[in-house]
């Protein structure tokens, strides 16, 4: 029950080559080499990311108070209760 031989290798092999033919398996292959590449990229990117700083933040111009016709009620009414 120890490690399995080069005949299991062979075994397992040639069962995989009848499940899945001779084309399937080198094309299962490139899409995870595809995917082990993609995944690297994308932890260098992030870490690309972590290295710069943030932009800084615009700054927004304080907003100022415009007569809208809600305001226009409260100050008619306002008007009303001071006469």
Known sequence: MGSLSIWH???VLVI???L???GKIPELMGDFAKGIKNFKKGMQDDEAKADTPPPPAATVPPKT???HPADSRATSE???KAV
């Open 9 to 11: 290798w062979l075994i």
């Open 16 to 18: 995989a080559l009848l």
């Open 20 to 22: 899945f033919g001779r």
């Open 65 to 67: 108070i415009e007569n």
């Open 78 to 80: 306002d008007k009303s």
